[in-house]
């Protein structure tokens, strides 16, 4: 079989764009830019280039949303879209800020020995990290000491199971949970459950940014 035609040469920019989405579920082009700082051609440009060598290919999964560009052999249902979306956007909102974070699939990954976090992360925050029952969206290591974690909600998902989580952290060793909700209706339901369990002191509900760009 003849290997496809490649639309130019791999960079070292590239192969670290190529890094960064094996970390997510994906990512549309706009957060892309953002954040490795790429113009609009130029990084459309990059894209191509990695398409064209196999490591990325680009999802368009539903209508007047945006395209989600994946690593290459990665599968994203419809139904998973909107959370990837998000969770791209706290990872780039994050990271412009220079905060050292993992996402979930980085955390299951140390979890399942294969590797990956030491450098991130020091082994007394490794050892929070694998106790915890919860596996966050997110964990971003503070500059003062500790972690936060992150738990994207885009719907109620119903209470018992929210309690769950909510006991989980409860018992860990994180210095505080932030969740990422994207309306003031779920962020108030959230919020008075937090209260409730007397845990407001240690977790935070914000809103989500806007990622329908």
């Known amino acids: ?3 496809m035609a490649t639309s130019g040469v791999l960079t070292a920019r590239d192969l670290e764009i190529s890094g960064w989405l094996g970390r997510l579920p994906g990512a549309s082009i706009e957060q892309i830019r953002r954040r490795f700082g790429l113009g609009r051609t130029q990084g459309y440009r990059r894209l191509q280039v990695l398409s064209s060598f196999g490591l990325v290919r680009r999802l ?34 994050r990271e412009r800020e220079h905060a050292a974070i993992a996402t979930d699939q980085e955390l299951r990954r140390q979890r399942g020995g294969r590797s990956g ?19 966050p969206d997110a964990v ?9 974690a992150y738990e994207i909600e885009l719907s109620s998902k119903g209470r018992t199971r929210r309690e769950s989580v909510l006991s989980a952290y409860a018992t860990s060793g994180y210095r505080q949970v932030r969740w990422v909700v994207p309306n003031a209706g779920l962020a108030r339901l959230i919020g008075e459950e937090i209260e409730q369990m007397g845990l407001d002191g240690f977790m ?10």
């Not at 989600?68 to 909107?82: A, D």
């Not at 971003?140 to 936060?148: H, N």
């Open 117 to 135: 976090l030491n450098g991130l992360f020091g082994a007394g925050e490794l050892d929070v990290i694998g106790r915890c029952g919860r596996i």
């Open 140 to 148: 971003e290591s503070l500059t003062g000491g500790g972690l936060v």
């Open 60 to 93: 368009h999964l539903l209508a007047e949303r945006p395209a989600l560009y994946t690593v290459n052999g990665r599968s994203l249902r419809p139904g998973s879209y909107e959370h990837a979306l998000a969770l791209a956007e706290l990872i780039v909102a």
């Open 1 to 3: 079989m003849r290997p």
């Open 204 to 213: 935070e509900v914000e809103r989500g940014h806007d990622v329908g760009a």
